[in-house]
């Protein structure tokens, strides 16, 4: 295994996952709605979820996907779905100081976000495709550059989550937080139905 196409494959992951897009604002939002503390189920169920896009991918459902395409626009109509429902949280978040009385987005949200979202299978599909590791066990190859991913993920996804905390102050402040919230929400929600439009 090569520098090079270790870099490649990291610089690629970073490009793919760490993107805006619904998950990566999903995070930003919840973090800054809930904060870091509260946003770390969703985050797990994100990266937990991206696991089995990972380990689905390997095991060729991404072909399957394309093949039955059908099947991927059921699935992405679902985590669209979770989407809007996760920015409608967000969105009517009560504005107090202590939102701890108040459900953040969990563990299952996260988790059926990635399991259900064709884009990280198609996505693993082209890595795994043109940015597979090389070793001399291709098992091994898928493995590493599996794992390489998954680190990639956790990382980017915790940035995004750590960012949005960030601005957790600002979105306690009773006369800018609704609409900074509703402004966050709806942000989602365009990135859903730009990914939507983009993939028909």
Known sequence: MSLESLLTLLIVTGLLLGSPGPVPIALAATGATYGLKQGLPFL????????????????????????????????????????????FKIATAPI????????????????VLNLLNPKAYAAFLAIFSQFLLPHSFIELSYLIT??????????????????????????????????????FGSLLVVTVIASLSMST
């Open 146 to 183: 599996g794992i390489v991913c998954l680190v990639v993920a956790i990382v980017v996804d915790s940035l995004w989550l750590m960012c949005g905390s960030l601005l957790k102050p600002v979105f306690t402040h009773p006369k800018h937080a609704r609409i900074i919230r509703v402004l």
């Open 44 to 87: 797990l169920g994100i990266l937990v979820g991206l696991t089995f896009a990972i380990t689905g991918s390997i095991l060729g459902l991404s072909v399957l996907l394309i093949h039955y395409p059908t099947i991927g626009i059921v699935c992405q109509v679902i985590a669209a779905g979770y989407m809007c429902y996760i920015a």
């Open 96 to 111: 107090q100081s202590d939102d701890t009385l108040h459900k953040a987005p969990n563990f299952r949200d996260g988790f």
